[in-house]
């Protein structure tokens, strides 16, 4: 099993420009996240999805939307990018049901200039 | 201000010390987690617990639900458990996304 899976790994932007985090993961876990990690900050969950078809706003949602289109995967937009912007995204998963552990994808890292 | 707090920030120790990570909460959890991530930037899961004590290895994490206080402790550490070591809460909101902590650095020194 792959796990979490992400790609890009890595990604410049210029600002304005638009892209998509793509996640997978292969355990079939209900439950996807996409979190945002920044130097001297906690990872900071921008959306979630508890199942297929569902998606909710996290803690830093603005300027970004999601697509949970099944089970495996669940990609992450960013429509115009801002230098604000520039951080490492992780993606992870979980079963649901009793409460239970997270697996984290490698992590994409963008840059905003 | 941040739901979960760790402490020290960073830590420097001498190869073959006992470590030891401390984390507090200031909202009601359901589980306390510990991660790993290394300077690759990979995060993994060392530990969830909600009561009690886990044991895995030279690591061993310790949680006080009635003080709100969970401690990660390194037993004879290496340098190979140098990365940051980070704490997180389920907080039961929503799909039950996870409050982190801002990490502690540790580095070992042969």
């Known amino acids: 099993n792959a796990g979490v899976t992400q790609t890009p790994k890595f990604q410049v932007l210029k600002t304005g420009q638009s892209m998509t985090l793509q996640c997978a993961q292969d355990?079939?876990?209900?439950?996807m996240y996409w979190y945002r990690q920044d130097p001297g900050m906690g990872l900071r969950l921008i959306y979630y999805?508890?199942?297929?078809?569902?998606?909710d706003k996290g803690e830093v949602p603005n300027g970004y939307n999601v697509s949970r289109l099944n089970k495996r995967e669940f990609s992450l937009r960013l429509e115009s990018a801002a230098p604000s912007q520039t951080s490492v995204y992780f993606c992870?998963?979980?079963?649901?049901?009793?409460?239970?552990?997270?697996?984290f994808g490698p992590g994409t890292r963008l840059t905003v200039l | 201000k941040n739901e979960v707090e760790q402490s020290p920030q960073n830590l420097t120790a001498q190869e073959g010390e006992f470590i030891t990570i401390n984390c507090s909460y200031s909202?009601?959890?359901?589980?306390l987690h510990w991660l790993q991530q290394h300077p690759g930037g990979g995060i993994v899961s060392l530990f969830m617990?909600?009561?009690g004590k886990k044991k895995h290895g030279r690591l061993i994490a310790t949680i006080n639900i009635q003080e709100k206080h969970s401690s990660l402790h390194i037993t004879a550490s290496h340098p190979r458990d140098s990365a940051v070591y980070i704490c997180?809460?389920?907080?039961?909101?929503?799909?039950?996304?996870?409050?982190f902590g801002k990490g502690t650095h540790l580095i070992i020194q042969p």
């Open positions: 617990l909600s009561s």
């Open positions: 909202v009601g959890i359901s589980a």
């Open positions: 992870a998963s979980r079963r649901s049901g009793v409460v239970n552990e997270q697996f």
């Open positions: 355990m079939n876990h209900n439950s």
């Open positions: 997180a809460g389920n907080s039961g909101g929503g799909a039950d996304g996870l409050t």
């Open positions: 999805s508890a199942s297929e078809g569902t998606t």
